[in-house]
Every structure is written in C-alpha cells, then in structure tokens.
C-alpha cells in the first residue's frame, strides 16, 4: 500500500507467528498498518512508501568486543569471571542501568534466529537503498532501537512481562498516552461485567499482541527521532551500534 507522506514504521523479528510484525504510524500517530509477514512482505510495505523511517528491534550488528576492552581499561575484576564482556556496549550501558536485555554473540552465525533475521532484514533495506540514521540526504532510514528498552525508559520503571495481562495492558497505556493512536486500553474495562467474568469471557480482542506491541513502540520511535530528534537518546557506540530510545533524559537506575 503506498502512502503520499512519510512512513514511520517499526520493525519486531521475533514475531511468534510469522517471520516478522510490523507496525505503520503517520506523521500525526495515526495507525497506517499492524500485519504479520515474511521478509518479502516487509519489505514489499516498506518500499511502497514515499519516504520512510524505519527502526528494527534487533541488533545492527555484531559484539565488537568494545566491552571486553572497556573492561580491560578499567581492571575491574578478571576478565575470565565477567560475564558483561558477551554484550555490544550498548547492551551493556542498559543492563547497568537496570534494564535486562539479551546480548549479540561475536560472530552472526552463532547468534540466535531472531537476531540473525534481523541481520538479513538491515542488510536487505540496505541494498534497497536505505542509510543509517541521521542521514538527512536519504529519504530512506534506519535505526535500531529495543521494545522492552523502550517501554521501561517511557514508563520510568521496570516494566511489566509483556505476556501478562497487565503487561500487554501497560505498554498499550504507555503508547497511547503518547498520542499513538491505537485502541484506547480504558475500553478493555469498560467491557467487563460480572456476567463475562462468571463466563470466562475477556475483551481480549482490544489488546494488541506482545509482538503487536513491540512493533508499536518501535514505529513511535522511529516517528519521534525523525520529528522530535532532540527528545531521543542513544546507548551504544556508533560503530558497533546505537540503540536508540524515546526519551530524552535517561535514569541511572530502572526498577519495579
């Protein structure tokens, strides 16, 4: 589907039912597109747009061992007994802030399915004529950004499992106080009656999925680093890879 202004669209590999979700917003938060596909199909969308700024919730590229060296500096402890020293930088910079997050092993082929799908997603936007972030020039983007990363630093804790109902309930709160216009999450309360509690019946089908979700807030950070640059922040090393939050100032600590 091809739209006249710029796409902002988030990326989530992960997706537990097909290769990918991906999510669409416009320049005013309005919700252009929530779908599953494999990697023809994301790319189909993507490239069907006039201009489009794009953030992947994977990793950009493989751990450079900019930790291990941080470490080395720093003479923390014996190298052999930390466990830091598997992460990229930016991976790293989260977990000390509290916020829990996966590493990138040194080498693509030892990486987990998901992260190298995400390998292959930046290197075919990449060929199709994509730059990395900031690129004023390109009327193409890409960035990498983190759900789970996003979530906490907009909520200001820890967040909730996204497979909980209060989760799932939490990240959709946070998205729409943001101005993203999705289904209101107050609604879901709305429809509950002592009648459908007795009966087991939930209004499910106003909650977005997990990986719903992480797409969602990937398209919003894609939207508010292409218009609100100066309200992002970054972890990470530009050579190694940038992780890209959608917040301005970031806390020291993260928790519940």
């Not at 014996?78 to 598997?86: N, Q, S, W």
């Not at 967040?159 to 609604?187: F, H, N, T």
Request: proline residues 5%; contains cysteine; neutral net charge.
């Amino acid at each position: 589907m091809l739209f006249n202004d710029s796409a902002f669209i988030g990326i989530n590999p992960a997706s537990s039912h097909k290769t990918f979700t991906y999510a669409a917003l416009d320049k005013d938060l309005n919700l252009l597109a929530l779908a599953d596909g494999e990697m023809e199909d994301v790319t189909s969308f993507v490239m069907g747009q006039q201009s489009a700024t794009v953030a992947i919730n994977a990793p950009a590229g493989v751990n450079r061992g900019l930790v291990r060296e941080k470490i080395k500096k720093q003479m923390l402890t014996p190298l052999k007994k930390i466990r830091g020293t598997e992460f990229r930088l930016a991976e790293y910079e989260l977990r000390a802030r509290g916020i829990s997050v996966s590493g990138t092993p040194a080498s693509a082929a030892l990486s987990p399915a998901w992260i190298q799908m995400g390998f292959d997603l930046y290197q075919n936007l990449e060929k199709l004529g994509f730059t990395k972030y900031p690129d004023k020039e390109s009327k193409y983007k890409i960035l990498e950004t983190h759900p789970h990363a996003c979530f906490c630093v907009m909520i200001g804790q820890l967040s909730l499992p996204k497979s909980s109902l209060q989760g799932r309930l939490q990240r959709q709160v946070a998205l729409y106080e943001r101005g993203v216009k999705i289904k209101d999450p107050m609604d879901f309360f709305e429809e509950i009656t002592r009648h459908k509690i007795i009966k087991g019946i939930w209004p499910m089908d106003l909650l977005y999925l997990p990986e719903q979700l992480d797409a969602l807030v990937a398209a919003y950070t894609a939207w508010l680093a292409a218009t609100r640059a100066e309200k992002i922040s970054t972890v990470g090393d530009e050579h190694e890879g940038l992780i890209i939050l959608p917040e301005k100032e970031l806390r020291e600590k993260y928790s519940l």
